[in-house]
């Protein structure tokens, strides 16, 4: 079945640091992918997402490229913010008959401190 | 439009009662999903609707665990005799019926079995 393996936190990094995590899939066929943050006390909200092959997704400063040759859709930013502390989840939603859910990693907590 | 809403934001409920939480989903969306979130984990797919019909259901954790939306607008999710395995935070999202299948969240319902 589907899944996603993404990198293990937590990560700590100072501000105006670069960020990369690392995310990659098992999935059949071609899934759509997408970065979802979750802010300390509050809802999942989508952070970019991409749907097919070398597309790119951003928002905010983030920033997510599809490759297909490596499953992988990994996450990175030039310069962190204290306000981008909060944990990253990657997801994959499948093709088909299994177009309806989304399939998570275990998430990343992000910690950026001044 | 203000988003998926969910109620109760909290629920504290003692082993062996029943439970009940409401969503209400984008008012435009078709489909509405259930998540469950466990400490440290990724959101984990349990059910969804496409209008009033619940497509998907064999990811429900029990018996003990039934949803419907009767009118093809709000859902419910009730957990039957709980137990301190249960103890989640219970997420909903809704959608348009689309190849990417991009979710939006509600801030989700955190329950604590005693």
């Known amino acids: 079945g589907d899944s996603v393996t993404q990198m293990e936190g937590p990560v700590t990094l100072s501000e105006e640091a670069c960020l990369t995590i690392?995310?990659?899939?098992?999935?059949?066929?071609?899934?759509?992918l997408f970065w979802y943050v979750q802010y300390p006390g509050e809802g999942l909200q989508l952070l970019l997402k991409?749907?097919?092959?070398?597309d790119k997704g951003s928002n905010k400063g983030f920033e997510a490229t599809y490759r297909k040759e490596t499953t992988s859709f990994h996450l990175e930013k030039g310069s962190v913010q204290v306000s981008d502390s909060a944990v990253y989840f990657c997801a994959l939603s499948g093709r088909g008959g299994s177009n309806y859910k989304l399939t998570f990693g275990k998430g990343t907590l992000l910690t950026v401190n001044p | 439009d203000t988003g998926v809403s969910q109620n109760p934001r909290h629920k504290i409920t003692k082993r062996g009662q029943n439970v009940t939480f409401r969503c209400d989903p984008i008012s435009e969306h078709n489909r509405l999903y259930w998540y469950r979130q466990t400490l440290g984990q990724g959101p984990e797919f349990l059910t969804y609707?496409?209008?009033?019909?619940?497509?998907?259901k064999s990811r429900l954790l029990s018996d003990r665990f039934s949803a419907e939306r009767p009118k093809g607008s709000f859902s419910t999710l009730e957990i039957q005799r709980t137990e301190q395995g249960d103890s989640a935070m219970y997420l909903c999202a809704s959608s348009f019926r689309t190849s990417v299948n991009e979710q939006f969240f509600g801030p989700g319902t955190r329950l604590t079995v005693l």
């Open positions: 609707f496409q209008n009033e019909a619940q497509l998907e």
């Open positions: 690392n995310c990659t899939y098992t999935a059949t066929g071609y899934p759509s």
């Open positions: 991409a749907t097919k092959a070398d």
